[in-house]
């Protein structure tokens, strides 16, 4: 790491190092242009990053930017400057938690009103689909008037992503901190938002006891101690506190995520009873009695056992900073430990859930990435197609030059361009007969729905306006575009005819983006993504624009060709995975995860679907059966591949 004291990136005047841990540094900063001091933190190049780390971390940055609560400190800006990527955040110089704790136990109602903030803080985040990964005192700062503020949120998923620094580990295991890491995240398995309450609670129980609960030499060994032994008994340690507060931790501190506090607001509340119980109730909330580990104190189940045995069989031969290969746990704990599907929530805004979507999902995934549905056992999966199927996929290609549309056989022969303008010509659309592609294409300046007829490949443009009109639909009967534009200053729904008469806004919100709609095969309803409440989440209307209702958190979701499930993705929360669910919101099951997925579509038949997928920095079009087997890969170019299309059944 060079040193960077006295000299500038950008705009900001590097002071004063104020911390240093293995994979960045935090310097006070001077923002020369705006007059106010920043805290920069630079990621340490271990080796050259990667481009596609750098694209990722461009994202995850954008992502933090949007995070806005009083107790999370606010990115401003991110950059990269002579290969070293950096965040600017808000400066704060109260100091760390961190530096506040002592060997001699806190008065345990000044640390439960301490964490109930950042409970709060975290809570906030998972419902913008953010984890956090990496909750340590040193993360949560205190303002000098002592209000606790948490910092680097995401910092532990960009760094897990970079090649460089998952070498540093000498396996890919996540990067965090051993202490207050979760079993199942030193194990290398995927996290939640519980892997971020485990986090607290190791904070609260050390905050409370004057010591954490599982101390070692080495990292791994305290790793190997969480899963093998039991919790030790805060009130054995201090025993002056209250029962109730040590039933808060033995919960918060389950091994098993799905024993633990489901959502931090649960936590929070727990201790916020716990200070001030509620009328009528003993001074502990969550739902019920806090509940005991799995196992039994000292009884340790088959998963931990086989996980633990891989950790020792670590030992032996690797000698790093964090234990040894995930894949060999994941291979010695059965089928890879039990799946921790991203934060899928129903909304909390005005607009009425259908339901209440499971917190875990209680199977197995085989280890690697082989993706598979997770199929409730009362859900089917359709085995034989309903359809003859289309034949033909259309997608929009950067590949010469500008943005056009394309077709291509759907096992990815005979790709043929059918837009050739200057213009940006995209988000493709097929008429239900199969023989004309909308699309959206700025030929006139802005944006505006053009129709292209497959046969003669002439086009013909539907609306004409000032604004920018984005991604028609065809409805069912052909007679109509459904699509969203910003003609009244926010991204909103509207229906027009397709010789371009009869324009109807049929979404009314302020500063607020609804977009691709998509229509039920009845024509009835339309389903589309809102960030309303300040998430991304998938509504479905009736095709008049009313009865709102909320089915899940994410974006770009599409009803299946019989109108029984709707397909959607995450891409625009946090993860990339694409889900399924039925119709009305209930059962959602992944159908492809670890996968940086977008802008998913059916197949005519139903039996598949066809997504983008950026993989080595290079957007593509894959293919995958519904059941997340037979993944393939159907473009391969350099020029960026996206939203993809199939033809519908009744294509002659």
Request: charged share 20%; with cysteine.
């Amino acid at each position: 790491m060079p040193d960077l004291i006295g000299q500038s990136i950008d705009r900001y005047h590097i002071l004063e190092p104020l911390g240093e841990g293995g994979m960045a540094v935090v310097y006070k900063a001077f923002d020369t242009r705006l007059e106010r001091y920043v805290a920069i933190k630079v990621i340490t190049p271990s080796q050259e990053h990667s481009e596609q780390f750098l694209k990722r971390f461009e994202r995850e940055a954008r992502a933090l930017a949007q995070l806005s609560h009083p107790n999370i400190i606010k990115v401003l800006d991110y950059g990269e400057q002579g290969g070293l990527p950096y965040l600017v955040m808000e400066y704060i110089p109260g100091g760390t938690l961190k530096s506040r704790l002592k060997p001699e136990p806190m008065d345990w109602r000044e640390a439960a009103k301490t964490l109930i903030p950042i409970a709060e803080a975290l809570d906030y985040a998972h419902q913008q689909g953010i984890i956090h990964r990496d909750v340590k005192p040193s993360n949560i700062l205190l303002t000098a008037s002592g209000q606790p503020m948490l910092t680097d949120f995401g910092i532990a998923k960009i760094l897990q992503s970079d090649e460089a620094t998952a070498d540093l580990t000498g396996t890919g295991v996540g990067i965090g901190t051993p202490e207050y890491m979760a079993p199942e995240q030193g194990a290398g398995h995927g996290v939640d938002q519980r892997a971020d309450i485990y986090a607290l609670g190791i904070i609260l129980y050390e905050m409370v006891t004057g010591r954490k609960p599982y101390e070692a030499v080495t990292p791994m060994a305290v790793l190997l101690q969480k899963m093998t032994e039991p919790l030790p008994r805060p009130r054995q340690i201090n025993p002056a506190l209250p029962e109730a507060l040590e039933r808060v931790l033995v919960k918060s501190l389950a091994k098993e995520p799905a024993n633990r506090y489901q959502t931090a607001a649960e936590f929070g509340l727990a201790l916020q009873n716990l200070i001030q119980p509620a009328a009528g109730s003993t001074p502990l909330a969550g739902g019920g009695t806090a509940g005991e580990e799995a196992s039994p104190p000292g009884l340790l189940n088959r998963r931990n056992l086989l996980i633990a045995a891989g950790v020792l069989l670590a030992c032996g031969c690797v000698s790093i900073l964090i234990f040894g290969s995930s894949r060999l746990l994941a291979t010695l704990g059965g089928r890879g430990g039990p799946t921790l599907a991203p934060a899928i929530s129903t909304s909390d805004s005005t607009s009425t859930p259908r339901a209440s979507l499971p917190a875990t999902t209680p199977e197995l995934v085989p280890p690697e990435s082989t993706p598979t549905l997770l199929f409730p056992t009362d859900t089917p999966f359709p085995t034989e197609a309903r359809a003859a199927g289309g034949e033909w996929i259309a997608f929009a290609s950067a590949r010469n030059g500008s943005n056009d549309i394309y077709t291509m056989r759907t096992d990815g022969s005979e790709v043929t361009q059918l837009t050739t303008s200057s213009a940006d010509d995209r988000v493709p659309s097929w008429s239900p007969d199969g023989k004309r592609i909308a699309y959206q294409s700025n030929v006139d300046g802005d944006f505006e729905l053009n129709v292209l007829s497959i046969a003669d490949r002439k086009s013909q443009q539907i609306t004409s306006n000032t604004c920018d009109d984005f991604a028609p639909v065809w409805s069912p009967d052909g007679k109509m575009f459904a699509y969203y534009s910003d003609c009244d200053g926010n991204r909103e729904i509207y229906t027009v005819n397709t010789d371009g008469s009869g324009a109807k806004q049929i979404t009314f919100t302020e500063q607020v983006y609804n977009w691709f709609p998509n229509w039920s095969p009845d024509g009835r309803e339309i389903t589309y993504s809102s960030n309303r409440s300040g998430r991304y989440e998938v509504l479905v209307m009736s095709a008049s624009g009313k009865d709102a209702t909320v089915l899940a958190r994410g974006c770009v979701s599409s009803f299946s060709p019989d109108g029984s499930m709707i397909l959607f993705s995450q891409y625009c929360t946090d993860d990339g995975d694409i889900y399924v669910m039925d119709s009305d919101g209930t059962s959602p099951r992944t159908v492809v995860e670890n996968c940086d997925c977008s802008n998913p579509s059916w197949s005519a038949d139903g039996t598949q679907i066809v997504f983008q997928r950026v993989m080595d920095g290079n957007y593509d079009i894959w293919k995958v059966n519904l059941d997340g087997r037979d993944m393939v890969r159907l473009t391969d170019d350099p020029a960026r591949d996206s939203a993809p299309v199939w033809q519908p059944a009744a294509a002659p």
